[in-house]
């Protein structure tokens, strides 16, 4: 009877170490995995990249200029008011993203959004597409003059950037 | 005789070696032509040394106030923010970069213009090229961002030994401070700037750069040339080794989860060989 | 000793597996049942060891790959980037140049281990060959890689290495000049040392499979130098025994490894090496890493250019004919006291040539190096004499009858 105890304890005091010495082994493989995840995520001197400074005062009425921020195309736009009529007259319940166009924008005759189909990437032409506002060449995605999505396989509207107007004219993105 | 007990006898003739070498390395430092820095103290030292601060924050000072007349400090502005580093506030660092002048450009006309720094920014240049450096002093200053890791002395047998050793005295890797301390204390002519009694040849391009009052510090430390040396060579070692405290809490753990490991492992091993003969 | 597999498909997938690809099986024999000597002791644990750090750098040195710009301009301050920005760009880096030295340190007790219990003998020859050209590999790429951060040191070292090899007559220039890709060290340098570096380490995993193939053909030698006889008695299986035993070494080394990384990660490097390359201004004093000293000393020990480079390579060349410099019939430097002194003899030459390839080329140490590198080869000549003067002791029959003797009194016989 005893014996048969001792080897019941000695297996399971055996076993207990196994699995503890394993546990741990796991453990520090696992941490070491962490680091070689971790360093292909931007490192500090790409989070520290500054904002974009834009001076919008020299684009005209009806124009689009494309600056680049965070190594991303942003579509500033000029509205006309006919342009701000047409956004702003649309049903948002009708729409596949539904936003407001004065969610949109800060001041009606300025369009800001990140000039990235979210679609698949792309980078959609100005001023095209049956609503005026922007037209995708690569799958057809048809976006209005407030940037969002109406026809095609986007999902979503123009992203619109964090920026915030320093002066009436001077934009600073991000 | 197994492998391991030789081993202990090479051990011992290692150290009968050591000692006649070291004995000739003595003979042969006393011909060389300058002394060896002396260790000084850093709070950076040792396996549980960290920066410290107002250390790190004063030897800036010195080096904004004075270094940067003349050196390079290929660093971002950011870093100064950094947690182990003079940690400056957000708005600190902000005001810093403002304060100075970046080219920046071409704009949409095509030309260069200035702006004010940010905090992305490198410190900017005291000369626009190594070059225009030279020509205007004569030698071009080297860049002080690794300067405290660029600059070494000979340690000689068996003290480089020692210098890897988690042992009391050993471990000792701030041979670049020790050595830009001791350089900033070397100028002992009063009647050659340029004669540095700690610097190989003797003949150093950089004519004494501190002297005692200098710079002012707002925290009442004494602003004394010793004090200066201590500040300036600390922070040159933050700008050259910025992860330092994270890399030796880090270690702390590493090392001693692999304790715990080792010892697991010793006893699972011994325990699987327990009904071997071996 | 390679009997039919012992290995059985348990499950239906596994025996689909093993019809088509017995990877398995050959697994399980290669490390589970393969049979292990009992007897071996902490030094054969460095095998292990030496696989790790293997994966260790090639692991790290892809990660770091992803950061780095093998560029003259931008090679300096892409490896700074990576110590000051990139998210555990510091570990990665000090993981990896540390890890070098550790590679080194851990390949050096791996050979010096063989020579002394006669590991390079009969039958295992093509093995010991094997590990010369796997040492050799990585030296190339050791050195390659210092290149790479593009230091003052990288940039002189490699200077220095590749003039070697104008040393040979008549068209020495001409290949100094194709390595260089230009008529000194430059951009094109930098970017072939690049590839290469990345290359060889998988040339060195793959000769690497060569020796743990050609180790598993002969079987293991053990501390008594004497074959395995019945494996019953002899062996251990791999796992768990020696798989534990591999495991533990790893882990001490690891805490090695660590204390470098993490506490005095520049100890081993160069200050030299923080000052970027300027290819008009030479260091004072151009050392190699620690690793190549004792042939660094060997090549300044001739005042000859093409004698030193000569002396240099055959100091590495003579390595792959130690199996038939050594005509002892006895392995293990256990039953060899002659041969035992002269092997520590050895290594302390090793240590000197070190110390002397570490100082300037100054007397004294050119005179010390000179009568080291004399020891060196003086070793390696001594080899075939030495049967003729030694008196072996007597050798055990068996492992189990060594394992027996050593502990005596009998306890167990089990």
């Not at chain 2, 095509?110 to 410190?123: A, K, L, Q, V």
Request: net charge neutral; proline share 8%.
């Amino acid at each position: 009877m005893s014996t048969a105890t001792t080897s019941t304890d000695e297996t399971s005091r055996r076993d207990f170490l196994y699995i503890s010495t394993g546990a741990v082994a796991a453990v520090g493989a696992v941490s070491v995995v962490w680091p070689l995840i971790s360093q292909m995520s931007p490192d500090a001197s790409t989070l520290a990249l500054a904002s974009t400074e834009v001076d919008v005062a020299s684009i005209p009425v009806g124009q689009i200029v494309t600056v680049k921020w965070r190594g991303k195309p942003v579509f500033i736009r000029h509205r006309s008011p006919e342009e701000i009529k047409a956004a702003v007259d649309v049903d948002v319940g009708s729409l596949r993203d539904p936003q407001a166009d004065s969610t949109r924008v800060q001041k009606p005759e300025w369009l800001i959004v990140i000039g990235i189909c979210t679609h698949l990437g792309c980078i959609p032409l100005g001023k095209q597409g049956q609503y005026d506002g922007w037209f995708c060449p690569c799958h057809g995605s048809v976006y209005d003059t407030s940037g969002r999505i109406r026809q095609g396989p986007a999902p979503r509207n123009l992203d619109v950037p964090p920026y915030a107007f320093l002066t009436d004219t001077k934009v600073k993105i991000g | 005789m197994t492998f391991a007990s030789s081993f202990t006898k090479i051990v011992g003739a290692a150290t009968a070696l050591a000692a006649v070498v070291a004995l000739s390395n003595l003979a042969a430092r006393a011909e060389e032509e300058q002394p060896n820095p002396t260790r000084q103290e850093w709070s950076f030292a040792g396996p549980f040394g960290t920066y410290d601060k107002a250390q790190l924050q004063r030897g800036f000072k010195i080096y904004k106030e004075v270094c940067s007349n003349c050196h390079e400090l290929h660093i971002p502005i950011r870093t100064l923010g950094q947690p182990g580093g003079p940690e400056l506030s957000v708005d600190e660092v902000k005001a810093l970069a403002a304060s100075y002048t970046v080219k920046d450009g071409p704009n949409a006309a095509g030309e260069m213009f200035d702006r004010p720094g940010r905090p992305s920014d490198y410190f900017p240049t005291p000369f626009p090229n190594p070059e225009a450096a030279a020509a205007a002093l004569g030698n071009a200053p080297p860049d002080m961002s690794l300067l405290a890791k660029a600059r070494k002395y000979e340690r000689g047998f068996p003290a480089f030994v020692f210098d890897a050793l988690p042992i009391p005295g050993g471990m000792y890797q701030e041979l670049g401070p020790d050595y830009i301390y001791a350089i900033l204390h070397g100028y002992e002519k009063d009647d050659d700037p340029n004669w540095n009694a700690y610097f190989p040849g003797h003949k150093i391009a950089m004519g004494k750069p501190l002297v005692e009052g200098q710079v002012d510090y707002p925290d009442g430390t004494p602003t004394t040339l010793d004090q200066y040396a201590k500040d300036v060579a600390s922070f040159l070692y933050w700008a050259a080794e910025p992860t330092l405290d994270q890399r030796k809490s880090i270690g702390a753990k590493v090392m001693i989860f692999l304790l715990i490991l080792s010892c697991l492992m010793y006893f699972t091993k011994r325990t699987i060989w327990s009904d071997v003969a071996h | 000793m390679h009997g039919l597999s012992t290995f059985e498909p348990k499950n239906g997938f596994v025996k689909w597996l093993e019809a088509r690809l017995p990877i398995l099986s050959f697994g399980y024999d290669s490390f589970v049942a393969y049979p292990t000597p009992k007897n071996l002791n902490y030094w054969w644990t460095f095998g292990a060891i030496l696989s790790f750090m293997l994966i260790a750098q090639i692991v790290t040195g892809v990660v770091l790959t992803m950061h780095y710009t093998p560029e003259a301009t931008m090679a300096f301050s892409s490896v700074e980037k990576i110590m000051r920005d990139v998210n555990w760009g510091w570990f990665l880096r000090y993981a990896h140049s540390n890890g070098a030295s550790l590679f080194f340190f851990a390949v050096y007790v791996h050979m010096f281990r063989g020579i002394y219990y006669g590991s390079y003998k009969n039958p295992r020859e093509v093995l010991w060959i094997l590990g010369v050209i796997i040492f050799l590999l990585m030296m190339a790429t050791g050195f390659m890689g210092y290149v790479l951060p593009w230091g003052q040191m990288s940039f002189w070292g490699a200077t220095v290495i590749t003039n070697l090899f104008s040393a040979i007559p008549l068209v020495g220039n001409d290949i100094t000049t194709w390595l260089w890709g230009g008529y000194s060290i430059d951009n094109p340098t930098l970017n072939r040392f690049f590839a290469l570096h990345y290359l060889l380490p998988f040339a060195i995993a793959a000769v690497v499979g060569l020796h743990v193939w050609a180790l598993h053909v002969t079987g293991q030698n053990n501390p008594d130098g004497v074959e395995i006889q019945d494996i019953k008695k002899d062996c251990v299986p791999f796992t768990p025994h020696a798989t534990m035993k591999d495991g533990l070494g790893i882990t001490v080394f690891l805490l090695l490894y660590c204390w470098f990384i993490f506490y005095v990660p520049n100890y081993l490097g160069d200050a030299d090496n923080y000052i970027p390359a300027n290819p008009m201004k030479t260091p004072p004093h151009i050392v190699p890493e620690w690793y190549f000293l004792p042939y660094y000393a060997i090549l300044r020990s001739i005042p000859d250019k093409l004698a030193g480079v000569i002396a240099m390579f055959a100091a590495i060349a003579v390595l792959a004919f130690l199996p038939w410099l050594d005509t002892s019939k006895v392995r293990s430097a256990k039953y060899r006291p002659l041969y035992k002194k002269l092997f520590w003899g050895f290594v302390l030459v090793g240590i000197g040539l070190g110390y002397c390839g570490a100082m300037p080329a100054a007397e004294p140490y050119v005179t010390a190096s000179r009568i080291l590198s004399l020891l060196y080869f003086g070793f390696f000549a001594a080899l075939p004499f030495l049967p003729k003067f030694e008196r072996t002791l007597p050798v055990p029959a068996t492992i189990a009858e060594a394992v027996l003797a050593k502990s005596e009194p009998v306890k167990t016989a089990k």
